[in-house]
């Protein structure tokens, strides 16, 4: 696209009310707007990173028989006094609202209640399972403090897979298959490198529940990781009990700051209880299903790739959830310089990469560089009066110091590399 | 897809609770399911539709320059009060809910001001319009009454685009530009035949706002229809003075039930100005940005396809949108046909064809013709054994009565055609 036309434009200053790093950026370079703390719209290059994450997790949950469906917002007060969650003494962070005519409604916080409630219409029979089904979401939380841009917000987007299964043996078959999605997930949005699999509270039912925890300064979690291992255990099930249990010591642990990126549970019957969602075995019996939940917050995601991976000068996207693939940048008013710019734009948009082309003309070198940087886009290209004077184009990659010059074969070489 | 694993299933009773055609059909077809009077949730068959009307709109939306985003649905009471649209007893259909830690927030009913307000931190000056911005988004209207299935929600999904121009002269361009992009979605979707450009009251600032009205029984609208010149009059404003600015003559005029299913209007300054939003003209003196306001209810869109286009077996969803584009049926249990069937399968989907096989062994051939009716995919492929016996498949559109039947070539060159 054409940067003339991109409607946001980078702040040269930083938001005076955001203390996160992830917020500062993003607000800086255009990608979220702040309309409440804990709650942001986001911008068309902030939506393109969000879309990018989402097809990313649609894959990975579509490979292990996942059914996307969509759920309402406005949740029945019903289902969620059937399960015990209705009570704000109990659930602390309920948005709730009032029907004119009557009746109160919730704002969607979690999804196990419309889930089990829309499946109990269709589970009768041991044929009809197993059955995983997820929707994407916005989700409302009524935090009262809101401070960490969108690694925590009162408002954010959300992708949540519930599992339904005849029993423990067929849910720990899925368990282990969404474990293994949720890491190509991580590594796919380029922090798999620096996410644990870490042993947490596993609530009721489970001995553990198993976060997917990224190290980061910012985070809110301590964890103990184990490097060669890599896995973890969470403070809060920090003991000599459970590290030996995992067949871990103490001595090769080392603690860390850490955000949750992703949380996978075993539930058990603790929902389809009082659901009563049971289905007739072969033997005609009634059994309930067993659940299990895995969740993932996807603004939570792009802040913290935002945290890990950028650096003093801005963003650095993975070529993975990048808004565009190649920022191309014009320098100048040469005549020639803008006529082999857009020529090349318009080649490589044939070639169906995508490019943000800067062909704004009242931009020096150095403000047009800075933009690039804070951007975060993978690679630079620049055309100029010196690059076309050595035969081609400058190339850089955001994480690079130094870019090369070459001509058009080679820059389509480097573009459209698999990796990309 | 495996019909065996898609988790809804045909419901033979009607529900109860319903009483318009399309939340009836839609139900029972396993499309959605109710949560609330006016509050339905997305199964994976109505989230396929939904998601095909949505890209033939985004389509549309960035044909004509459209920048897409996501705002927020909680909304800062404070900018609603710039606009004067906060208070309960101007606008009747807010849902508010309360911030923990004090204060009132509300859920989006409709966008102009959230999108204004983003471009205030934007628009200076005169190179920077004009612009074009939508979102897709969850919006919330607190009727009283909510009988008309997904025509008209309480929680609906939505699309608005918003235009930014920086006079009369340009918006107007821009206004013919949209006018041209809905009748281009409406008849992709299939329902162009039915739907006319409706000349309303305009408001505030022109003399007309222009909705789209898809004659139906099921409508709430009373329109005026010129067939020839496939333009109408809303009821509300079908005055002589109207008829004759419009070139009209009442003799020619029909009364039909009607539902509008899009809506544009010029919005002048009643927006930019309590938001200020100018810009400096060349000769750096202020102007206020002109704006219009382009909304379109997917939901409601999907409804309206049901209600015109349905029989009394089921749905018949236009090839566009439909959720897959074959039904293919395996009978009976003769090992040939289940290889043949399941043969097929592979091979439609190695061509990319979308394909919903009925792969079932349980079902009797006139359960499945009945499914297979009730859903509506537009054509349906039989195989069985009386069709490998005379040499192949049978295919039949749902709009047809006879099939006939083709081998797989022939099969093929069907499915693939341009209309595809």
Do not use: C
């Amino acid at each position: 696209m054409l940067q003339s036309k991109l409607f946001t434009k980078t702040k040269k200053e930083s938001p005076a009310d955001e203390v996160s790093l992830n917020a500062e950026l993003l607000i800086k370079a255009g990608f979220i707007s702040k309309e409440l703390a804990g709650i942001y719209s986001y911008l068309p290059l902030g939506l393109r990173v969000i879309k990018k994450i989402e097809n990313i997790i649609r894959e990975e949950m579509d490979a292990i028989g996942g059914q996307e469906m969509k759920t309402s917002i406005l949740q029945n007060k019903e289902i969620w006094e059937k399960s015990g969650r209705w009570s704000d003494e109990l659930v602390d962070n309920w948005f709730k609202t009032k029907l004119k005519n009557g009746g109160e409604v919730g704002l969607s916080w979690t999804n196990e209640e419309a889930h089990a409630n829309i499946l109990k219409q269709y589970i009768n029979s041991y044929k009809d399972l197993p059955i995983y089904t997820y929707d994407f979401k916005d989700i409302f939380r009524n935090e009262t403090r809101s401070k960490s841009g969108i690694l925590r917000g009162r408002e954010f987007y959300w992708k949540a897979l519930y599992s339904f299964s005849k029993n423990e043996e067929e849910h720990n078959i899925f368990y282990e298959k969404a474990k293994q999605a949720y890491k190509n997930i991580f590594a796919r949005v380029g922090i798999g490198h620096l996410t644990y699999l870490t042993f947490a509270s596993g609530g009721t039912f489970a001995k553990f529940s198993h976060e997917f925890q990224t190290l980061t300064g910012a985070g809110e979690d301590t964890i103990y990781i184990d490097e060669n291992k890599n896995i973890a255990i969470n403070k809060e099930v920090y003991i000599d009990e459970v590290i030996e249990s995992l067949e871990l010591k103490r001595e090769n642990l080392i603690e860390k700051k850490a955000i949750e990126v992703g949380n996978i549970f075993s539930l058990g019957t603790k929902y389809s209880n009082p659901f009563d969602l049971k289905y007739k075995n072969e033997n005609g019996e009634d059994n309930l299903v067993i659940m299990g939940s895995y969740g993932i917050g996807l603004g939570r995601l792009m802040g913290t790739v935002v945290e890990t991976l950028s650096d003093d000068k801005g963003i650095i996207w993975p070529e993975s959830i990048a808004p565009f693939s190649v920022h191309l940048l014009s320098l100048g008013k040469d005549e020639n310089v803008i006529k082999e710019s857009s020529s090349l734009y318009e080649y490589l948009k044939s070639k169906n990469i995508e490019v943000l082309y800067d062909d704004r003309e009242d931009l020096s070198a150095g403000e047009k560089f800075a933009d690039s940087d804070l951007i975060g886009i993978p690679y630079r290209v620049v055309v100029s009066k010196r690059s076309l004077d050595f035969g081609g184009f400058e190339i850089k990659k955001r994480i690079e110091k130094e870019g090369k010059i070459i001509n058009k074969d080679e820059l389509l070489t480097i573009l459209l590399k698999p990796s990309h």
